[in-house]
């Protein structure tokens, strides 16, 4: 069956940066988009972006350029997300997705920019 | 960016009423419209694609619609289960875009 498994809960440092990941199983993990979302706390959902992993293509929400970097290591069938220059702005849950026909969703991870 | 305006932020009701939440486009957006729940803790669910089209395994009793630049979801007779955040997404042109959501309790 079709998983998306994320990393663990963050706590950073404010100016510091942070990859959290989120590994795929029970698909052709080269063949779907995997997308990325951002919850603030007691906030709605903003689409941060998405990549192709079989070709490494990705497509950003202009807001989060320089911001969040995605890349995919096709051997391992995992995606990361890195964000960078992190402020409490940051704090929030990232969710990976594969939408499309079917939807799956990871479970979240849960990053704190805090000193 | 394309705007998606969402209405009530909030609505409390009874089960077995009729519930209708609403998203306003700020451009055409055709129908490239997704429903989503999203409970407590969990990652959000897709409920509806296409604007009118039941994602698989959702009750019939949610419904999509659309009337001009305006897409609702209607919920014909509510449920305790379907007490959680509905969220509109409009994904016909980057950056998809979210409306900032409805919170759906028991009255």
């Known amino acids: 069956q079709v998983q998306l498994q994320q990393s663990g809960t963050e706590l950073v440092k404010p100016a510091s940066s942070v990859k959290i990941s989120c590994k795929a199983s029970?698909?052709?993990?080269?063949?779907?988009?995997m997308h990325w979302i951002r919850q603030q706390p007691g906030n709605g959902l903003e689409w941060i972006g998405w990549?192709?992993?079989?070709?490494?293509?990705?497509k950003y929400n202009q807001k989060f350029d320089g911001k969040a970097t995605l890349t995919a290591d096709k051997s391992s069938s995992t995606a990361y997300m890195q964000l960078s220059s992190l402020t409490s702005e940051d704090s929030a849950v990232y969710f990976c997705?594969?939408?499309?026909?079917?939807?799956?969703w990871g479970q979240g991870v849960m990053v704190t920019v805090s000193s | 960016d394309i705007q998606m305006t969402q209405s009530p932020s909030s609505m409390s009701a009874s089960l077995g009423d009729r519930v209708t939440i609403t998203c306003r486009a700020s451009?055409?957006?055709?129908?490239?419209l997704s429903w989503f729940q999203q409970k407590p803790g969990k990652s959000p669910r897709r409920m509806i694609y296409?604007?009118?089209n039941l994602a698989a395994g959702v009750p019939s009793r949610f419904s999509g619609s659309r009337s001009g630049s305006d897409y609702s979801l209607t919920i014909s007779s509510l449920e305790s289960e379907d007490m959680a955040i509905y969220y509109c997404?409009?994904?016909?042109?980057?950056?998809?875009?979210f409306g900032g959501g409805t919170k759906l309790e028991l009255k």
């Open positions: 997705a594969r939408l499309g026909t079917e939807d799956y």
């Open positions: 029970g698909y052709t993990f080269t063949s779907n988009y």
């Open positions: 990549i192709y992993p079989g070709n490494g293509n990705t």
């Open positions: 451009q055409d957006i055709g129908n490239y």
């Open positions: 296409g604007a009118t």
């Open positions: 997404l409009q994904s016909i042109q980057y950056p998809w875009t």
